[in-house]
């Protein structure tokens, strides 16, 4: 939730600066302000999607959907950290949909992490 937040923060700061700079007349740097807003405003629809898709799997208690968006959640960070490449939670999620197997898979390490924090056992 809090990358929503920030993207949304950042694009109404951009906003904000986009208006000054333009009644100053620097248009060139109210331009390029415009542009970072739209950025913000991209990035901050995706973030605040993911947050949306997660409320729905975890309030509606589908146990399925949990595991495949947490799993999904793994995925995009590690493929991230090996520099496999950036890839969105969502899209994930939607990929793992199809993966019967996967639910069984995460479930079973959200089971042993949680167990290893409890026990203070890694």
Not at 35 to 41: K, L, Q, S
Not at 86 to 110: G, I, Y
Request: glycine fraction near 6%.
């Amino acid at each position: 939730m809090q990358q929503c937040i920030t993207d949304l923060e950042g694009a109404f700061s951009d906003a904000k600066k986009a208006i000054t700079d333009i009644k100053a007349g620097n248009i060139q740097a109210g331009i390029q302000d415009v542009t970072a807003f739209f950025g913000d405003i991209q990035k901050a629809e995706t973030d605040c999607k993911n947050i949306v898709e997660m409320e729905m799997a975890t309030h509606h208690h589908d146990p399925k959907k949990y595991f495949q968006w947490k799993g999904a959640e793994f995925a995009s960070g590690f493929l991230k950290g090996s520099k496999v490449g950036d890839f969105e939670v969502k899209d994930l999620f939607e990929c793992l949909e199809h993966e019967d197997n996967a639910v069984k898979l995460f479930a079973e390490a959200d089971f042993e992490i949680k167990e290893s924090f409890e026990k203070r056992d890694p």
